[in-house]
């Protein structure tokens, strides 16, 4: 192997579309052993069709260090989870990065175009607190929405190191609430969503329900909302 334990080189990626890992509860600063490989495209970035939804959203996060891990994916939870990769040796794969990601592993443009010929790497990743300075919790439309009688949406840039377990789509008349669906990945629904504007309200977990908290926007999504817009919560968490 040409390269070697010392040599890891660590980058951050968001994960799009992955698998969980069983032991990393209580593992707040050890890393997972597994391996990454690459999907092979055109554009050497992200991907625009990942399975949590983000759409072409997925394919510029950071830069196209975009990732696939089937486990982390936790059936959707485990979208816009940021994860920490470096390269060494071992075990199964879990991480589908992009070529753009994978090759960052290196640290010269020889040592990547190696890297890339080996197709799959050994890896150790943790999962790490995503940061988007500069940026709220935005909301897009899904383009499958058809105004107003079925409302999706993605949620984009979502910081720290929770999951969005639970979604409200609230009325902001009398703030009746109803629980949404996650439909897949990042991706909730509603059919018949009430009219007026509306507030959606997430449920941030860590995992330790007593910890679980309520996020409650500052801006409404407004009542003639668009298939396909953005629109800015005016929150972020950390
Ligand atoms: C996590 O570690 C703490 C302190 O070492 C321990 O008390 C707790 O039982 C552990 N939790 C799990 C789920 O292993
Ligand atoms: C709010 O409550 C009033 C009185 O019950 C009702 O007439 C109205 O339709 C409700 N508004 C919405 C948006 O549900
Ligand atoms: C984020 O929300 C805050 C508070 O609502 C607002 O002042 C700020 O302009 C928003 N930032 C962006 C980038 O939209």
């Not at 939870?77 to 990065?97: E, R």
Request: net charge negative; charged share 15%.
């Amino acid at each position: 192997m040409a390269f070697s334990l010392q040599n890891l080189l660590y980058l951050s990626i968001c994960l799009l579309l992955l698998i969980s890992v069983a032991n990393a509860q209580n593992c707040s600063d050890c890393f997972v052993h597994s391996r990454a490989s690459y999907y092979p495209n055109s554009d050497a970035q992200g991907t625009d069709n990942g399975a949590c939804g983000f759409g072409a959203f997925g394919a510029t996060v950071n830069g196209g260090d975009v990732s696939t891990a089937s486990e982390l994916y936790r059936d959707g939870v485990g979208c816009g989870a940021c994860y920490q990769v470096g390269k060494m040796h071992q075990q199964h794969t879990d991480f589908i990065l992009s070529e753009h990601a994978f090759s960052k592993m290196a640290q010269t443009t020889d040592a990547a175009a190696s890297l890339r010929s080996l197709g799959v790497v050994d890896i150790e990743y943790q999962r790490i607190s995503c940061s988007y300075p500069g940026k709220n919790i935005t909301f897009k439309i899904d383009e499958s929405s058809n105004y107003p009688s079925y409302l999706a949406f993605a949620i984009y840039y979502q910081q720290g190191e929770k999951d969005i377990t639970a979604v409200q789509l609230c009325e902001t008349q009398n703030f009746t609430c109803k629980l949404l669906q996650r439909d897949h990945g990042a991706v909730w629904t509603s059919t018949s969503p009430p009219s007026g504007p509306l507030s959606i309200r997430m449920l941030f977990s860590d995992g330790d329900y007593a910890d679980d908290t309520w996020v409650v926007p500052v801006n409404n999504i407004p009542q003639d909302w668009k298939s396909e817009a953005i629109y800015d919560s005016g929150v972020q968490v950390s």
